[in-house]
């Protein structure tokens, strides 16, 4: 087992490689000039040509393609992400002061949406064509068809403005600084994000364990003569699960874009606001790296699924 | 205690399935006796309704059926228990299932849960039905798979199923089935799914657990081969009736209904060579919701009169032999 996953991970190499290769390559290929970016229009403007080619030399960008490559990427193992072209602050400041709230918003909406939608989505089936199955079944339609921004927006009106009950936005007021102090800032976003993904954990644990309810394992259960919670629950939804985890972990590259959108609506300080702010900005060293680091993330998570379902199927050989 | 007791008594039980708003009468008037420490085969063609009856007597029917008369008594040594007035999974039917009458299904491969331990599932039933504490329950399972002939059990109860060949889950699950010690053992075309080989291993430990634990065994097959070695008494289905049950001698040796003949001229004997005679049944099984009227066989039958328009009464032939034929006494002859 551990060799396996040992090998696993030495495969994310190769795959980062790659995809920090296609980034790179991709930022290459959008038209404009770096200089325009860094300089005002103006003070281009007023800079001789010998100067500007000075400087293009300086900055190493009359270096062929695949060297300026081989640059950034020795730059990022040696933990030198780069700076920010708005602010010039090192990139790695801006994102690690944004990452908390990130992972505070998507894990509290991950943990809420998944247990929500197993035990949803396990009633369901159970109660399979009841009137709660039914309205559960609308509910998830909804759920997956509404945009997140919509959805958002209404909650805000509803919630922060009419109601009153919760803020409108933001994570934290001035002067309120304490941990707790932002638990209801996180309420909404994390519920609106997270109702959003339970409709989809609520349909698949719910078909999911149909078919499971359905295997010859639960006739031989209820054969022991073994009450009926355990019959539904040790042995229809613990394989029922395994299916759902790995759809779960399909979410997570959603989950980390699910959040541009909502952290735009509802001013969340993470990273998606970050990053739609870098490519408003045209702030391309920023862009970059973010666009790397997430793909980091999702094949991270990926190869925790990977883990995480091998501890659930003992069926899965780890040779 | 007399040779003959009685566990299970099943008096005209009639079992509904309804698909699709059609109602298929599965099983339609069926009535036998079980006794302590003997075999009955049930036998007959897919679709007659063994398994239905297999099911019914553990109400581990399908969800859009329903016993609609008929009972089905199960002698236990606190008094007879009336098992068709019980709720399907209430705790009264859950009492009884694992610990007195207990089940092994046609297909090992899909039967048994793939993501638990074997040990795990064999006194999984034992843990509700006893008062036993974890270790004394792997304990437990360790000695049945043994009994079980597996080897090294010890280190197999560790296992899970898909670590386990077709004939050792079949093992486990009869260790599983066994564990409670049930009154009755029901086995439903154990061996369908397995190794020819293998299946006469799992007969013989089947046969030698009800001698060891004096188990009524209801053994549902389609093969004649292990009726004539295991079965003590036989009922023959077709179409949702026994149309035939006796002895073995009885119903093998003297049958009494053209089915039963018919059933036992189609099936061809090791060593007779190429000469020997095999005569199929004519025709097919009619479909079940357009039923002859009278006798089920009416349609394939070479007897056939018209008296067989009438749905035929039940024709003793001796103290334990009976058929369902106006005809019974000619088919007699004939053989």
Request: one cysteine or more; hydrophobic letters at 45%; aromatic letters at 8%.
């Amino acid at each position: 087992m551990f060799i396996y996953f040992t090998r696993r991970l030495l495969y994310l190499i190769p795959m980062l490689l790659g995809i920090s290769f296609l980034i790179y390559l991709g930022l290459e290929l959008t038209p404009g000039d770096i200089l325009s970016y860094l300089l005002p229009p103006e003070a281009i403007a007023d800079m001789k040509p010998e100067e500007l080619a000075a400087m293009r030399e300086a900055l190493g960008l009359n270096d062929p393609f695949i060297i300026r490559y081989i640059y950034w990427l020795g730059g990022i193992l040696q933990g030198d992400f780069g700076y920010s072209l708005a602010s010039g602050v090192p990139i790695s400041q801006l994102v690690l002061e944004r990452v908390p709230a990130t992972l505070e918003l998507s894990v509290a909406a991950l943990l809420f949406s998944t247990f929500l939608g197993v035990i949803l989505g396990s009633i369901s089936a159970l109660r399979r064509g009841s009137l709660l199955d039914n309205s559960l079944t609308i509910f998830g339609m909804i759920g997956v068809s509404i945009p997140e921004f919509i959805f958002g927006l209404s909650a805000l009106v509803i919630f922060a403005l009419q109601l009153e009950w919760l803020p409108v936005g933001k994570r934290l007021m001035p002067g309120y600084d304490s941990y707790w102090d932002h638990m209801p800032h996180l309420v909404m976003p994390a519920m609106v994000l997270g109702l959003i993904m339970t409709a989809g954990v609520m349909r698949y644990t719910r078909s999911s364990m149909l078919d499971s309810l359905n295997k010859e394992f639960i006739r031989t259960a209820r054969s022991k003569g073994i009450p009926e919670w355990r019959i539904n629950f040790i042995h229809g939804l613990r394989v029922a699960l395994i299916p759902v985890v790995v759809l779960i972990g399909f979410r997570l590259p959603m989950l980390i874009g699910g959040t541009v959108i909502i952290e735009q609506v509802f001013q969340w300080p993470g990273i998606g606001n970050l990053f739609v702010n870098a490519v408003r900005g045209q702030n391309y060293p920023l862009v970059m790296m973010i666009s790397f680091l997430s793909v980091t993330a999702v094949l991270f998570a990926s190869f925790l699924i990977d883990l995480l379902t091998a501890l659930l199927d003992p069926r899965i050989k780890l040779e | 205690m007399s040779a003959d007791q009685k566990v299970l008594s099943v008096k005209n039980l009639k079992t509904y399935i309804y698909v699709n708003n059609r109602c298929n009468k599965a099983l339609d008037g069926v009535s036998f006796d079980v006794y302590r420490g003997k075999t009955l085969c049930i036998v007959g063609e897919s679709g007659c309704g063994k398994s239905i009856t297999a099911s019914s007597i553990t109400q581990l029917l399908p969800k859009l059926s329903r016993i609609e008369s008929g009972e089905i008594i199960y002698h236990s040594e606190k008094g007879d228990i009336c098992i068709d007035q019980l709720e399907r999974n209430g705790p009264e039917m859950r009492a009884l299932r694992g610990a007195e009458i207990s089940m092994i299904f046609q297909d090992p491969m899909t039967a048994l849960n793939p993501v638990y331990r074997i040990g795990a599932q064999i006194s999984e039933g034992l843990k509700y039905h006893s008062k036993n504490t974890l270790a004394q329950l792997k304990q437990i399972s360790i000695e049945l798979l043994q009994q079980m002939g597996i080897p090294l059990a010890a280190q197999r109860v560790e296992d899970y199923s898909h670590q386990f060949s077709g004939g050792m889950r079949q093992r486990a699950m009869i260790a599983m089935a066994m564990s409670c010690k049930p009154k009755i053992l029901i086995a439903d075309e154990p061996t369908t799914a397995l190794d020819v080989t293998i299946q006469a291993q799992i007969f013989e430990l089947i046969d030698e657990l009800k001698q060891r634990h004096n188990t009524a065994v209801i053994l549902i097959t389609h093969d004649m081969g292990v009726v004539a070695e295991l079965a003590d008494h036989v009922a023959v289905m077709y179409m949702g009736n026994i149309v035939e049950q006796g002895t073995i001698d009885d119903v093998l040796r003297r049958p009494a209904h053209p089915y039963t003949e018919a059933l036992l001229k189609s099936i061809p004997i090791l060593g007779k060579g190429k000469q020997q005679q095999i005569i199929p049944i004519q025709g097919s099984t009619p479909d079940p919701y357009q039923r002859p009227k009278g006798c089920q066989f009416e349609p394939r039958c070479p007897y056939a009169t018209e008296q067989c328009q009438i749905f035929p009464d039940s024709q003793p032939i001796s103290g334990t032999h009976e058929a369902l034929c106006w005809h019974s006494e000619k088919v007699l002859s004939h053989a």
